[in-house]
T-cell receptor, first 110, second 114 residues
Framework: EDQVTQSPEALRLQEGESSSLNCSYT??????LFWYRQDPGKGPEFLFT???AGEEKEKERLKATLTKKESFLHITAPKPEDSATYLC???????????FGQGTELSVKP | DAMVIQNPRYQVTQFGKPVTLSCSQT?????MYWYQQKSSQAPKLLFH???????NEADTPDNFQSRRPNTSFCFLDIRSPGLGDAAMYLC?????????????FGPGTRLLVL
């Protein structure tokens, strides 16, 4: 069964303290791994799509990487405005359904 | 800016009183999705439209229906809301239902059932 597990469930950082969020997955034929950011009471905001092992993408303080079993979202020198829940999702080779992880709730304190 | 719009942002209804949530998009995407998200949980896909073709998830209750009158609009109808249907409802779109296509989400509608 296709599955996505994110860790940790919650992460508290001081401003400027770099860290990484993990997304482990098992999927029948990966056809995309997606990272979203979700603020409380809002819809998920698209961050990155990764398609193959070894691929990396960056946006401001965020960098996403992908291996055959997991993806990391690296946050460099985070700021309080980076506080949000980060969702990871995968798409298999059987159609359009996204399989989501439970998310990592990130809190960055000044 | 091209976007996914949901109305209303907040909806309060009574137990058993039908309610309709609206989604529109200016992205000209041919696939539209409806998700239910409860507090601290991942979004759960209810159904999606590929153009005019409706695709229901096996575990979506019959209480939930959808309409897509044209490319830009999609509606979620909850025929007899129960207390357990209180949640955030998210609309998403993608350009085509081919593998790997990114889904873009709207801001959501928070439904409260009294």
């Amino acid at each position: 069964e296709d599955q996505v597990t994110q860790s940790p469930e919650a992460l508290r950082l001081q401003e400027g303290e770099s860290s990484s969020l993990n997304c482990s997955y098992t999927v029948s034929g990966l056809r995309g791994l997606f990272w979203y950011r979700q603020d409380p009471g809002k819809g998920p905001e698209f961050l990155f799509t990764l398609y193959s092992a070894g691929e990396e993408k960056e946006k401001e303080r965020l960098k996403a990487t992908l291996t055959k079993k997991e993806s990391f979202l690296h946050i460099t020198a985070p700021k309080p405005e980076d506080s949000a829940t980060y969702l990871c999702a995968v798409r298999n080779n059987q159609g359009g359904k996204l399989i989501f992880g439970q998310g990592t709730e990130l809190s960055v304190k000044p | 800016d091209a976007m996914v719009i949901q109305n209303p942002r907040y909806q309060v209804t009574q137990f058993g009183k039908p309610v309709t949530l609206s989604c529109s998009q200016t992205l000209n995407h041919n696939v539209m999705y409806w998700y239910q998200q409860k507090s601290s949980q991942a979004p759960k896909l209810l159904f999606h439209y590929y153009d005019k073709d409706f695709n229901n998830e096996a575990d979506t209750p019959d209480n939930f229906q959808s309409r897509r009158p044209n490319t830009s609009f999609c509606f979620l109808d909850i025929r007899s809301p129960g207390l357990g249907d209180a949640a955030m409802y998210l609309c998403a779109t993608s350009r085509a239902d081919r593998v790997g296509e990114t889904q873009y989400f709207g801001p959501g509608t928070r439904l409260l059932v009294l």
